[in-house]
Nanobody, 121 residues
Framework: QVQLVESGGGLVQTGGSLRLSCAASGRSFRINAMGWYRQAPGKQRELVASLPSGGGTNYADSVKGRFTISGDNAKNTVYLQMHSLKPEDTAVYYC???????????????WGQGTQVTVSS
């Protein structure tokens, strides 16, 4: 089993910055891909940013140029640096890790507990 612990959410004014972290712990696992999702009240969960297994980064159009995803494989941690925050960024943010055990398939999908980000106008 793997445990994910998120941190870094909070209340910030429009134009402010926050950095989210998601650290994974457990035994004999390897992270295949990383991502951040968010869910606003009354809306579906949406992809914000990802680091796919093939390399590169993907961002939702709404956050391009403002958010940066990064990963530290040595620490089994994924980060989301958010700048120029807007009220429409208000949501619960969830990290998502796709994990292999013992380097073998299948790939398992793990979610963080969620952290609230609130941007005041």
């Amino acid at each position: 089993q793997v445990q994910l612990v998120e941190s870094g959410g909070g209340l910030v004014q429009t134009g402010g910055s926050l950095r989210l972290s998601c650290a994974a712990s457990g035994r004999s696992f390897r992270i295949n891909a990383m991502g951040w999702y968010r869910q606003a009240p009354g809306k579906q969960r949406e992809l914000v940013a990802s680091l796919p297994s093939g390399g590169g980064t993907n961002y939702a159009d709404s956050v391009k140029g403002r958010f940066t995803i990064s990963g530290d494989n040595a620490k089994n941690t994924v980060y989301l640096q958010m700048h120029s925050l807007k009220p429409e960024d208000t949501a619960v943010y969830y990290c998502n890790l796709k994990i292999l055990f013992g380097g073998a398939l299948p790939i398992y999908n793990y979610w963080g507990q969620g952290t609230q980000v609130t941007v005041s106008s």
